[in-house]
Nanobody
Framework: QLQASGGGLVQAGASLRLACQVS????????IGWYRQAAGKEQEGVSC????????YYADTVKGRFTISRDEDKNTVYLQMDSLKPEDTAVYYC???????WGQGTLVTVSS
């Protein structure tokens, strides 16, 4: 299961930290990623982290503002989001690659 949490309503410029609890996935996965979907828009990849060496990737829209990290002991991946913008408003989901069944996302709303 993939349980995302940590969303909320914040003003532009604020920070939030999302958490993704990964459990019950028996198939080996090699990436863990964050995705988001804004109302009326397609889902987009935000960031991912390698399960083996911790290397990271960021979409251009969040590069320099978001930081992905993982706590292997807790099977949790975090997304630290700083300098939030109204265009970051979306439901944020996490998933592994190969993709597992999607869990419930967490809503992030950034007001101007």
């Amino acid at each position: 299961q993939l349980q995302a949490s940590g969303g909320g309503l914040v003003q532009a410029g604020a920070s939030l930290r999302l958490a993704c609890q990964v459990s019950g996935i028996t198939k080996d996965y090699y990436l863990i990623g964050w995705y988001r979907q804004a109302a009326g828009k397609e889902q987009e990849g935000v960031s991912c982290i390698s399960a083996s060496d911790g290397s990271t990737y960021y979409a251009d829209t969040v590069k320099g503002r978001f930081t992905i990290s993982r706590d292997e002991d807790k099977n949790t991946v975090y997304l630290q989001m700083d300098s939030l913008k109204p265009e970051d408003t979306a439901v944020y989901y996490c998933n592994v690659i190969p993709v597992a069944p999607w869990g419930q996302g967490t809503l992030v709303t950034v007001s101007s």
